[in-house]
């Protein structure tokens, strides 16, 4: 199954793709932005990406995929970043299901059974 995914940066930018897609099931995926060679500055997150990309054939039929870097370090860093403060995040890398409280954070997204689990539909 092709999985319908979205690349999006910023919080403006991911709330506008999870209104575009309402009614569907998201999985959010958050990394620290990428610099000009396409390196995040978050190590959890560059170490993560691989392991969730190579699990997203698991998401549920119809489910969208929004892959969101949440900005530089020190946007990131700043206590009132609406990522923490309207979506209450606590780290990145972050993978959640939009809309309930099942999430992922930082190590967790190493293993690559509990992106799986995830996943799977309910």
Known sequence: ???????VSGYQAFMEAVESHKGKTIFAYFT?????????WCPDCVQAEPIVRAELDKMP???I????????????????????????LTGVPTLMK?????????????????????????
Request: proline share 3%.
């Open 32 to 40: 620290g932005s990428k610099d000009k060679n396409g390196v995040s």
């Open 65 to 88: 995929f929004i892959y969101c870097q949440t900005g530089a370090r020190p946007e990131w860093k700043n206590v009132a970043n609406k990522f923490r403060t309207e979506l209450n």
């Open 1 to 7: 199954m092709a999985v319908a995914m979205l690349e």
């Open 61 to 63: 039929e119809g489910a």
């Open 98 to 122: 939009y809309g309930t409280t099942q999430k992922l954070v930082e190590g967790q997204l190493f293993h690559p059974e509990l992106v799986q689990m995830l996943f799977a539909d309910d």
